[in-house]
């Protein structure tokens, strides 16, 4: 009775432990686009806070021929399990007038500290339609806000006064989610096993799904490859 | 010999006890389902509440657990032990001991108040002695040693009454020491009880729910035919028991709770029954006969599905918009696009413009080729105008043809400017400009059929321009372009004061716009007289004038039957014409079956389906049908027969009717203002419009919603300004607020409409009065220096050119002293979204707090005050320059 017993519990204690990573690689084929440059002229404190050129985040192939900004998440089966919201703040940052990341994933009920980091006015303006839209001044340097989502959704954020500034934000209700940054990979951590299916998203070129099985080996890989036109 | 015949007579004595038995157990059985029956049989509505209630014992115990497991049980048994110790503290000696003495005391203190009572009385008798000795003339020194005895007397009773009150407050502080505490964990704990004591509540209810009839009368309800007073009684919600019960809001019927709760917040049953809106037989108790299916003869049985909105037009049939009812309202505004009313009398259109062009100057528009393949089929050049299909014969459409070319070569219109003048613009502008004016607002063409989808009818509300070019003269289109007034002064389309270039390039635009079908070659002989009055004839018969205006035609009335008791018309009294019957088909509407005739329900329901569907359904060889053919989709036709089934003359009592008060009154005009001039083609207002939106990226680049804090925003005289003359507000926009040559009356019913809605009264006041606050102004600048405001609202002259691309400026903030409300401004900055959702203006203050906490200590109400004061003196100022330059 004694041993049956210790033995579900281990069972169980094994089963919640067999995880594992979700890695890949986003490829990209084809032209990239003539990266768009943008032009500060409307606010001189953008326009100071830059030496160089800027260039538009919307397409950005990197140099190992690999696509950053992609957002890779898990779409499909994880059934009716939840999942704590993350104790982490993820941190969002208008900093020389441009969106710092670009593009970001968040769990629903986790905070989202937006900070403004120039000393200009900046207002975010979420383009949620699931989640409730929020347009929000932060006029000086050092203003913080803090946001959570309660829904899942992909969205857009922008800025009114500053035309060019964009950014994408995933809301999920898990924490299987990366962003693919100058090599292009990423690491979905920790995926319970079973079969899933792994989504990659960008802003100008859709999403593309795979299928991926984590089995009790805890490696798995999803590999995608996006095409410019 | 007669004794022993009469021995012999045979006394029965054969046993029936058999059939007795046998008999009276019949009887006995009989009694027994009679009983059965009465009690059980048909009173299924017992079973009902029986199933009912252990429906809600069972949902509310899941919730009850449910509520239970989410509280915090350490929490409510540190509260049970910290109550009963706070309890025990006022048994404790000290609390005991306080509470006796203050008895005690309490008791000193009645004897000290009551002697101190008396000494008063005393006083007052002794003074009125000495008074009355000293008016005889004899001063009595024993008196006046009395009075001042009865004096001191009250000083030392009031002292005594002192002293005991400061004793008893003394202990008071003692005992509610112990008290204040027992009394706030008992607060704590109920508060925290308060969920589950409410269901508990409610399954003591549950529990305890009596079998019985629920019933509603409503005395003095209607009228009966004979115009007598009658009662109606509703027992609906003696099956129909979970109908305002949200845990029911899945359950199967008749458990289930009603899908539109908001609905009964307006009309609640338990007062306003069920039957006034769902129809069918309050007083019966088994579904058949309350729903009307079991009896055939119950003249208003159970409306079901989309149908049951009919019933709104008894009581609302003076209005347009009902928010809370969204089919009834696309019905109406149906029935007012469609014009249906032009030849049909129905209520509540009684005063409604005619919905076509007038016809007199056609010549001028068009060549009689066009109007004479128009009049055959209209549906053929343009297969979503609201024209139906007449389907005349080629001699009848050229006999119309020939009186529509002799009045309008009669005509008196001419163009403005001389011939030729709409020479030279270019096609290519004249397109950009198409899309981005307005036009497209309400004109489809081509491929661009947002404005059709997102309205979602089966016509268009303007003529799609798909093949435009084909149709009218380039001279006409060139004056109607500059001003649709000049050649039809009742027009709705409004002037998008387009310059000359402008509109020459619209002009090359839309000529380029052909029809590349093969041309009607037909010959047309319209000059001869019997072809002229064979064309009057027709013109009357058809009844063309309830639409259009038509010289000659004035004194026409409507040509068909009228519709306001149409929903009460009998199947019986219908006429099917050569329809086969359809009922073996099952339930579907209409078939067109395989021998080439049709088959349609033979039902009221059946019977207007047909119709609706295809007008001249029901002609036969004797009886000739006019009524034209329309395109209407499914949906329309379901909503349409909706409405005609609401036109019957049933009226409840006054006392069980909508108020239609002045205020809804002037909502209602400007509803059907609005709708006249397609105001919601591009503004959304009250929920409904606004389908140009759908074109943009954005919907802060399309025209702006109209928000029920409209009349609380904008100053009326402003307004009065603006619609004469529009000016540009929102530098951004690409489309342009159009003229559309309101009258003052117009004009006046658009104030009161928005006034209505945000529930305001029309006041006259001096907004350029309105005082400057100095003590604001300071910081209300310095504000808007932190703020950055001018990032994106000029507030002066704009200098063109700059930085800044018109298209990311912001209104100018030197026009908001002059057009919006100073209340207003206060709302918007508190939160924009809220009063404009979709804004590009974001909030600044939140919590009660603004950005910067050096002013006002960030107290949101005093900065906004602050802002406010100063983007108001910002307009003040320009205004009085305007004035000195005048």
């Known amino acids: ?229 | 010999m007669l004794l022993e015949k009469r021995a012999q007579t045979p006394v029965e004595q054969r046993s029936y006890s058999k059939y007795y038995l046998i008999f009276s157990g019949i009887l006995f059985l009989g009694t027994m389902w009679s009983v059965w029956d009465e009690v059980r049989i048909r009173r299924p509505w017992k079973e009902y509440q029986t199933a009912y209630t252990s429906m809600v014992i069972e949902k509310l115990d899941s919730v009850r657990a449910a509520a239970a497991g989410e509280l915090d049980s350490a929490l409510v048994l540190q509260l049970r032990d910290d109550l009963a110790k706070a309890q025990e503290g006022l048994n404790s000696e000290e609390c005991r001991a306080a509470v006796e003495e203050k008895t005690d005391l309490q008791k000193e203190l009645d004897v000290a108040t009551r002697e101190w009572r008396f000494a008063r009385s005393r006083s007052d008798a002794a003074y009125y002695e000495y008074k009355k000795s000293l008016a005889e003339g004899k001063e009595s020194s024993s008196l006046r040693e009395d009075l001042a005895k009865q004096d001191a007397s009250i000083v030392q009773h009031a002292g005594e009454m002192e002293a005991l009150n400061t004793r008893i407050a003394g202990l008071d502080l003692v005992i509610n020491k112990y008290k204040d505490v027992v009394d706030s964990l008992q607060a704590e704990q109920s508060k925290l009880m308060a969920p589950i004591n409410a269901i508990d509540l409610k399954l003591e209810r549950a529990h305890r729910a009596p079998v019985q009839i629920k019933q509603v009368m409503l005395n003095d309800f209607e009228f009966t035919p004979f115009s007598e007073i009658k009662a109606r009684i509703d027992r609906c919600q003696t099956c129909h028991t979970g109908w305002s019960e949200p845990l029911m809001e899945e359950a199967p019927q008749p458990f289930k709770q009603h899908p539109f709760p908001e609905l009964l917040a307006k009309h609640n049953p338990e007062s306003f029954g069920c039957t006034p809106c769902h129809r069918g037989q309050g007083p019966a108790l088994t579904a058949g006969f309350a729903h009307g299916d079991e009896d055939h003869y119950w003249e208003t049985p159970l409306l079901r599905g989309v149908d049951t909105y009919a019933t709104c037009n008894t009581c609302h049939s003076n209005e347009l918009v009902l928010k809370s009812a969204t089919p009834f309202t696309k019905a109406k505004q149906i029935v007012y696009e469609s014009g249906c009313f032009g030849c049909h009398e129905i209520k509540g259109y009684t005063d409604v413009p005619r919905i076509g062009p007038p016809l007199n100057d056609l010549t001028a528009k068009t060549t009689p080729a066009w109007i004479f393949s128009w009049v055959k089929n209209p549906k053929d050049y343009n297969p979503h105008t609201r024209m139906p299909n007449f389907e005349f014969t080629d001699e009848d459409a050229e006999a119309i043809t020939a009186y529509l070319v002799k009045i309008g070569n009669e005509s008196e219109y001419r163009t403005m400017r001389p011939k030729g003048s709409f020479a030279g613009g270019s096609a290519t502008a004249g397109k950009r400009l198409f899309e981005s004016v307005g036009c497209q607002a309400c004109h489809t063409l081509g491929e661009n059929q947002v404005v059709r989808q997102t309205r979602g009818t089966s016509y268009d509300i303007a003529p799609e321009l798909t093949r435009v070019g084909s149709k009218v003269s380039p001279d006409w289109l060139f004056d109607w372009l500059k001003n649709p007034r000049h050649y039809n002064p009742e027009t709705r389309m409004p002037s998008l004061r387009l310059t000359d270039e402008e509109a020459r390039h619209l002009v090359a635009f839309l000529s380029t716009q052909k029809d590349d079908r093969p041309a009607n070659t037909a010959k047309l002989d319209l000059q001869n007289e019997e072809r002229i009055l064979r064309g009057d004839r027709l013109i009357r018969e058809y009844g063309c004038s309830g639409c259009h205006a038509i010289k000659g035609m004035e004194n026409e009335g409507k040509v068909s039957v009228a519709l306001s008791d149409f929903g009460r018309k009998k199947y019986e009294q219908m006429d099917y014409g050569d329809t086969k019957e359809l009922s073996r088909y099952g339930e579907e509407e209409y078939v067109e079956l395989e021998d080439g005739t049709v088959g349609v329900q033979h039902t009221w329901a059946g019977w207007v389906w047909g119709k609706l569907k295809n007008a001249r359904q029901y002609r036969t060889d004797r009886i000739a049908q006019k009524m034209p053919l329309f395109a209407f989709s499914d949906e329309e036709v379901r909503l349409l027969r909706m409405f005609l089934l609401s036109m019957t003359r049933d009226v409840p009592l006054p006392a069980y009717q909508h108020v239609f008060d002045k205020r809804m009154q002037d909502i209602e005009e400007g509803r059907r203002l609005t709708l006249r001039y397609n105001c919601v083609q591009c503004h959304a207002v009250e929920d409904r419009g606004g389908y140009v939106v759908a074109q943009y990226e954005e919907p802060a680049l399309g025209p702006p919603l109209l928000p029920e804090s409209q009349g609380a925003k904008v100053q009326e005289a402003w307004l009065h300004s603006f619609l004469k003359a529009p000016s540009t507000i929102r530098p951004w926009l690409e489309i342009r607020m159009p003229t559309f040559s309101l009258t003052d009356a117009e004009i006046s019913k658009v104030t009161k409409y928005f006034l209505g809605l945000s529930k305001q009264d029309l006041s006259i006041r001096d907004y350029a009065a309105t005082p400057i606050e100095e003590q604001y102004l300071a910081p209300g600048r310095k504000l808007f220096e932190v703020y950055q405001c001018a990032k994106c609202h000029p507030t002066g002259n704009v200098r063109p050119g700059g930085e800044v691309s018109a298209s990311d400026l912001a209104p100018n903030l030197s026009l908001a002293a002059g057009r919006l409300k100073p209340e207003w401004i206060l709302d918007w900055l508190h939160d924009p979204s809220k009063l404009q959702p979709g804004t590009r203006m974001p909030a600044y203050f939140y919590e009660g707090k603004g950005p910067d906490e050096s002013i006002f200590q960030g107290d949101a109400e005093q900065q906004i005050k602050a802002l406010k004061t100063y983007v108001w003196s910002l307009g003040a100022r320009q205004r009085s320059v305007v004035a000195q330059t005048r």
């Open chain 1, 1 to 229: 009775m004694k041993i049956a017993a210790v033995g579900i519990a281990t069972m169980c204690l094994i089963g919640t432990l067999v995880a594992g990573d979700v890695t890949g690689k986003i490829a990209f084929d084809g032209q990239a686009p003539k990266p768009n440059r943008i032009r500060m002229n409307a606010d001189p404190v953008c326009m100071k806070a830059h030496k160089d050129a800027v260039v538009s985040e919307e397409v950005v192939v990197n140099k190992n021929g690999t696509l950053k900004n992609v957002l890779v998440y898990v779409k499909d089966g994880l059934g009716g399990k939840t999942f704590p919201a993350g104790k982490n703040k993820v941190v969002f940052d208008q900093i020389g007038c441009v969106y710092e990341p670009h593009v970001l994933g968040i769990q629903t009920g986790q905070d989202l500290e937006v900070l403004n980091s120039d000393p200009t006015l900046h207002n975010v303006h979420s383009l949620s339609k699931v989640n409730t839209s929020f347009n929000q001044a932060m006029p000086m340097k050092g203003m913080k806000l803090t946001k959570k989502f309660d829904k899942v959704e992909n969205f857009k954020v922008k800025c009114e006064v500053h035309p060019w500034m964009s950014a994408y934000i995933g809301v999920f209700n898990h924490p299987f989610f990366a962003v693919t940054g100058d090599d292009g990979s990423f690491t979905l951590k920790g995926v319970p096993a079973g079969d899933y299916t792994v989504e990659a998203w960008h802003e100008k070129y859709g999403s593309q799904t795979a299928k991926v099985k984590v089995d009790a080996s805890g490696k798995a890989t999803a590999d995608f490859k996006f095409t410019g036109k």
